[in-house]
């Protein structure tokens, strides 16, 4: 009984097969563009074999000044999927469970869900096992300073002239 019920359950998992691009899909599209931006920086290393999606986030925040301008900061992990490098349609990709996770982080700034040239996005990707907490601490500051050194002058610094 026990082995017919096993055999069932493990029938479960054939029968509903589960793609990566899920958790993608449910993010809200600022995010999805800084991901889109860290796949395409991963992709363009020449040792990389598989195809890489997203598969899950660690930490995500915005944050608005106003006039349509957003800091966007986002950890999230990728993971190799059993289909090569330059796969076009992902959509039947499944994860695979043998290579380590790659943990990036992205900041960058939006207008008006664009993301701006200046200042420079942020993208930083490592083998999660090789993150170390330099590592961490350097991303955290480059970070904060994309966001206090934006350099825009905004209506409430105008002085103006009687």
């Given at each position: 009984m026990a082995a017919l019920l096993l055999w069932l359950f493990s029938l479960s998992f054939l029968a509903f097969p589960s793609y990566a691009q899920e958790d993608y899909d449910s993010?809200?599209?600022?995010?999805?563009?800084?991901?889109?931006?860290?796949?395409?920086?991963l992709n363009s290393h020449a040792s990389i074999l598989h195809h890489f999606l997203f598969f899950k986030s660690v930490e995500k925040s915005e944050f608005?000044?106003?006039?349509?301008?957003?800091?966007?900061?986002?950890?999230?992990?990728?993971?190799?999927?059993?289909?090569?490098?330059?796969?076009?349609?992902s959509s039947r990709c499944k994860f695979r469970n043998d290579r380590p996770l790659i943990?990036?982080?992205?900041?960058?700034?939006?207008?008006?869900?664009?993301?701006?040239?200046?200042?420079?996005?942020?993208?930083?990707?490592?083998?999660?096992?090789?993150?170390?907490?330099?590592?961490?601490?350097?991303?955290?500051?480059?970070c904060n300073d994309l966001t206090y050194n934006s350099g825009n002058p905004t209506l409430l610094l105008s002085t103006g002239k009687n």
């Open positions: 993010l809200p599209e600022p995010y999805k563009k800084g991901v889109d931006m860290a796949l395409e920086k608005e000044p106003g006039f349509d301008v957003k800091f966007i900061y986002h950890n999230f992990y990728l993971k190799a999927t059993k289909c090569q490098k330059g796969t076009v349609d943990d990036c982080v992205t900041c960058y700034k939006t207008f008006i869900g664009e993301i701006e040239e200046q200042p420079n996005p942020y993208v930083h990707c490592v083998h999660r096992q090789a993150l170390t907490e330099d590592m961490r601490t350097s991303r955290a500051k480059r």
